[in-house]
């Protein structure tokens, strides 16, 4: 009985999902939804990574390192993370104090060079101060 079905579906243009297996529609093209949400997921932790690691690379040498990367899907991620940043970042400014592991000094760092697409190298004080404020700027580098 099974091997009727698939045999049927088989002569409806039905194949398997490349990457799991699974039978799969010919509407859905070469892998099943499934697998699309995950390699999404993936890529999309793999981008968010790359923006905290190296934001200074920007969508062409961040495109170079992940496959398929499309400049919407970073711009995306990327305000997504600079909104979650902030966030962390607001949350150590009202509780005037850093987290024990002073994570919002990686934070901070990313976040600065994300902001301003500008290079480590190249980036001056006065662009930190700006971006993250005075009373930010004191909290996590000092006065």
Known sequence: EVEQLQDA?????????AACGL????AEGTR???CL????????????QLLFD????????TAELVSGLQEEEYERIRAQLLTRWWA???GARE???????????????????LRSNVAPEDIIPATVRGILGDE????????
């Open 23 to 26: 039978f799969i529609s010919p």
């Open 136 to 143: 930010l700027h004191d909290l996590i580098y000092g006065k």
């Open 37 to 48: 949400v995950e390699g999404d997921e993936r890529r999309t932790r793999t981008v968010a």
């Open 95 to 113: 509780k005037g104090r850093l987290s024990a592991d002073e994570r919002e000094r990686l934070i901070a760092s990313s976040y600065v060079l």
């Open 54 to 61: 190296a934001p200074w690379l920007g969508f062409r040498g």
């Open 9 to 17: 579906r088989r002569s409806q243009g039905w194949h398997t999902c």
């Open 88 to 90: 962390v970042l607001m």
């Open 32 to 34: 099943c939804t499934t």
